[in-house]
């Protein structure tokens, strides 16, 4: 600023040093000859005096701009040289940017970055194969609750249908926070594994792993157990419940029934004359005749958790979890007016003209002196007493049936009328 102010002088001072030389010039040629020129002298020399501070100033101007002129090359070769380097920086970048997206192209991995304000960065193509069109160019720098509303519209993300809101919620408060891989289905039965990172910056660093060969295989081991559980519990000439599955549900329903003071029955069913059944249609007519009586005595439960199960050969029992004496004999009389009703051909039988069974009921509270044993053995004397007793009908356990040992024989004949 002060050599702007300087330079500005300049042309008042040249003016007034020319000034001074004219009037000094003036003067002397109007003088008188001879005559004393001290006047014009002092002028003229100021005028020349103006002259050499005029010359001195516009010298000190020359070298300040040629020194500002040096400088300024200077700069601009060193701004040159920077803007060249800044410029290599960023093809540098591009490079590098360049191979880390055809590396991660590369990988059997789905791989996003997002940043530290959840937006995303950079994804490779593998995205797109395990879900397609999942993500794409211009969704770059979008944020991530964006996207998933965008993907959710489409219905892209199975497990969210219906529940879109309350999905994307939760799926927010767990961000970045899976210790353990999230297993994410997709549409058309396609299942990923999403594991997520923090690098220290803060940025999300997602991996998607396709795993539904996987998924699926185990879920096709998961069906076979299931169904060699279910075989090995279940009879494999009627369908129901085996001896197996009984034992395992009376000792559970049992000790309930201990802990609670619940009560729990128990019904022994035999069909009558069997061996004379099979005797006179034959062993394929039997095995036929077991599976409609088993059709009928599971027609008859009707609350959760009662069981039906094949006990042995042509014997039957049902377990009745909380029902009392009154409902157990409800339901023995369901069984008995539906197996009249089904009048199943039974030549053989001394009873009646069609198949029949005897049934023997007993029933507990939860009594702690009694076992798991003498229900059992309650219920089987009392159906041993039914088939004593004219058989086709069912008998409820009384004391000496609760008393009776394994070494007492179970028949107590009574005359027939």
Sequence with gaps: MSSSRSFKKIPWLALLALTAAAGAWWWASQAAPGAALTGPALLGMMGAFGALAVSLRLSRGVVR??????????????????????SEAKLDALKARLVLASTLDTMEVGVEIWDDQDRLMLYNNKINRMRANFLAQENIGQSFETLVRANMQRQLITAAIGREEEWLAERLASRGKH?????????????????????????????????????????????????????SATDDLTGLANRRRFDEALATEWQRAARSGAPLSLMMVDIDHFKKFNDHYGHLAGDECLRQVAAILNGSVRRAGELVARFGGEEFVILLPGADVAHACETAQQCMARIAKAAIPHAASSTAAHV???????????????????????????????????RAHFEVADQADWEIDRDTPRSRPVPLS
């Design 179 to 231: 210790k353990e891989p999230l297993l994410q289905e997709l549409e058309g039965n396609q299942w990923i594994h999403t594991y997520e990172t923090r690098t220290p910056e803060g940025y999300l660093v997602v991996a998607r792993v396709d795993v539904t060969k996987l998924v699926r295989k185990g879920k096709l081991l998961e069906a076979d157990n299931h169904e060699l559980a279910h075989q």
């Design 356 to 390: 029949t069974f005897s049934m023997g009921i007993a029933c507990t509270s939860g009594d702690t002196s009694q076992s798991l044993t003498d229900l059992l053995n309650a219920a089987d004397a009392a159906m041993y007493r039914a088939k004593s007793s004219g």
């Design 65 to 86: 701009s040629r020194q500002a002129l040096r400088r300024a090359q200077r700069y601009k070769h060193y701004f040159a040289l920077q803007r060249g380097k800044l």
